[in-house]
C-alpha cells in the first residue's frame, strides 16, 4: 500500500477510521504556531514572512491539535507508535491534548538540527518529537538509540535558491524514527507530509505509506520526489 492524497487530512482520517482502518505507525511535523521574534527585532528565515506575524508560517495551519488528536489515535493499531513534531510553545498543549485521548506518553526525543534560530531567550537549535504509542509498550527495534538525534537541517532549493518547504524534515531523521518502530511491510502514515519526507523514508526502507497533503504545490513536490525515487 503506497497511497498520496492531496486532500484535507481530516475527511481522510475520518474516511479511514469510518472503515476501522489501522495504520502500525505514525510520524508527522503538523503545522503550528511559531515562537516570538528574537532579541534584535527579527528571527531572519522563514519567520520573517509576512505570513508569520500571528504564528503562521503556512497558509493552512490553522487547525488545532484538538481536531485531530482523537482521529490519530483511532487510526494507530494497539502497540504501536506515534511520532509528533513540535516546539516548546505547543509542548505542554500537545502532551496535554495527546495524552486526554487515550495516548501514552513515553518520552520527548529531541532533534538536534545543527543550526540556530534566533530567539527573545536563547537561541534555537531543536525541536522536540513527542514519543508515544498506544496500549500495551512495545520496544523500539534499535534500543541503542540516543533520544538526542543528530540530523544536520539542511533543506532543498528550487532553481532560484529558495527553500521547497521551510520546516521540511531530512529523510534521514524519519528513517531512524520508521526503522525503530515498523518492520518491512508495515504501514507508516503522515497526515502532514509537507514535501514527502515520511513517505520517502518508509520507501527507501520497504515499508508502505500513507501520505496526505493539502497544498498542492507541496503535494506535487512530494509525489515528484517519491517517482523520482521508485524510477
Known sequence: MKLLFNDDSISIMDRMNNKDFKVDMIATDPPYSVTSRGCNGNS????????????????????????????????????????????????????????????????????????????????????????????????????????????????????NGKNLHDTEKPVDLMKILIENSTKEGEIVFDPFMGIGATPLAALELNRNYIGVELDKNYFDIAKKRIDDYSM
Open 44 to 159: 531572519g528565515g522563514m519567520f520573517a514572512k509576512d505570513i508569520n506575524k500571528k504564528g503562521k508560517v503556512f497558509e493552512h495551519n490553522n487547525t488545532p491539535i484538538t481536531v485531530w488528536a482523537e482521529k490519530l489515535f483511532k487510526l494507530l493499531k494497539d502497540g504501536g507508535h506515534c511520532y509528533i513534531m513540535t516546539n516548546h510553545k505547543n509542548l505542554q498543549e500537545y502532551i496535554n491534548t495527546l495524552t486526554g485521548v487515550g495516548f501514552h506518553f513515553i518520552k520527548s526525543l529531541i532533534w538536534d538540527k545543527g543550526n540556530k534560530i534566533m530567539g527573545g531567550y536563547y537561541m534555537s537549535q531543536f525541536e522536540y518529537i513527542l514519543f508515544l504509542r498506544k496500549g500495551s509498550g512495545v520496544r523500539i527495534n534499535n534500543c541503542g538509540t540516543s533520544d538526542i538525534i543528530s540530523i544536520n537541517n539542511k533543506k532543498q532549493k528550487d532553481e
